[in-house]
């Protein structure tokens, strides 16, 4: 099994910053990929960003390119979402997703694990 915790969302002003945090535990080989999701009200789950845990590589969505960044440190499982230059439009609750290798990318469907998020709220 595989268990992934959220942490590190908050409310912050436009403009501002924060770093996101999903601590992963359990079989290493699941969780080749990793990625976020978000989720705001009324709206359907929208990829944000995955990581391929081997070798860095990333994959971002066109509305956070040049804003959010990814990153892993794998000798302690975890996984961060550096956002800055943050929108209203960012408010959601955001989801760390684990999946292999061949998960990596925007569907979530190819994701077999997720946490249980953090909200995210940017006030203008």
Excluded: H
Excluded at 48 to 63: E, K, L, M, N, Q
């Amino acid at each position: 099994q595989v268990q992934l915790v959220e942490s590190g969302g908050g409310l912050v002003q436009a403009g501002g910053s924060l770093r996101l945090s999903c601590a992963a535990s359990g079989r290493s080989f699941s969780m080749l990929a990793m990625g976020w999701f978000r989720q705001a009200p009324g709206k359907e789950r929208e990829f944000v960003i995955a990581i391929r845990r081997s070798d860095g590589s990333t994959y971002y969505a066109d509305s956070v390119k040049g804003r959010f960044t990814i990153s892993r440190d794998n000798a302690k499982n975890t996984v961060y979402l550096q956002m800055n230059s943050l929108k209203p439009e960012d408010t959601a609750v955001y989801y760390c997703a684990a999946g292999p290798l061949s998960a990596y990318g925007p569907d979530p469907g190819k994701y077999d694990y997720w946490g249980r998020g953090t909200q995210v709220t940017v006030s203008s």
